[in-house]
C-alpha cells in the first residue's frame, strides 16, 4: 500500500514550479527557436558552433546561480540523499549514457518535445519513465 508522506506533500509549490518550466521553455523556443534541453545547450559547448558559446555558457551560469541565489534569498529545504557517492557517480553517468543514447534528457523530451507532440519524446519520455519506475522497484522491493 502506497501512503502519502502529508508532511512533505507540496502540490502548489511543485504546480508553480511546473509552470515556470513551462513558461520558461516555451519563451526560450519563442525567443530563441531551439529546444531548452539541458543536455543539448551544455553539450553544445563540447563542440562549440561559432556565435553559440555566450548564450549556452550565460544559459549554464543561470542554471548555477539560480541555487546560490534562492540560498541567500530564502530557507532552502533541507535536503537529504539516501545514497552514497558511488550510487550518485553511477546513477549520474546512466543519465548521461541515457541522454546519449536518448538524443536528449527529460526537460528536452518531457517537457518540450511532449508539448510539441513529438512521437520521438513520447517513446523517450516513457522509456525513461518506465526504467525510473523499475530501478525504485527493484531498489526498494527486490533489494531492500
Same mark, same amino acid.
Given at each position: ?42 553539450? +553544445? $559547448? #563540447?563542440?562549440? !558552433? ?7 555558457? /550565460?544559459?549554464?551560469? %543561470? @542554471? ?27 546513477? +549520474? $553517468? #546512466?543519465?548521461? !549514457? ?7 534528457? /527529460?526537460?528536452?523530451? %518531457? @517537457? ?33
Amino acid at each position: 500500500m502506497m501512503m502519502i508522506d502529508w508532511s512533505n506533500f507540496t502540490p502548489w509549490a511543485s504546480l508553480a514550479g511546473g509552470i515556470a518550466l513551462g513558461l520558461a521553455a516555451a519563451i526560450f523556443i519563442l525567443v530563441n527557436g531551439r529546444i531548452l534541453g539541458i543536455s543539448g545547450i551544455v553539450g +553544445g $559547448l #563540447l563542440h562549440p !558552433l561559432k556565435g553559440d558559446v555566450v548564450w549556452r555558457l /550565460t544559459f549554464v551560469a %543561470g @542554471v548555477l546561480a539560480a541555487p546560490v541565489l534562492y540560498k541567500l534569498l530564502a530557507t532552502p529545504a533541507a535536503v537529504r540523499i539516501d545514497a552514497g557517492l558511488p550510487t550518485i557517480v553511477i546513477a +549520474g $553517468l #546512466l543519465v548521461g !549514457l541515457g541522454t546519449r543514447y536518448g538524443s536528449g534528457c /527529460t526537460s528536452g523530451h %518531457g @517537457v518540450c518535445g511532449l508539448s510539441r507532440l513529438s512521437p520521438r519524446s513520447m517513446v523517450a519520455t516513457l522509456a525513461f519513465m518506465g526504467a525510473g519506475f523499475v530501478t525504485v522497484f527493484i531498489v526498494r522491493h527486490v533489494l531492500g
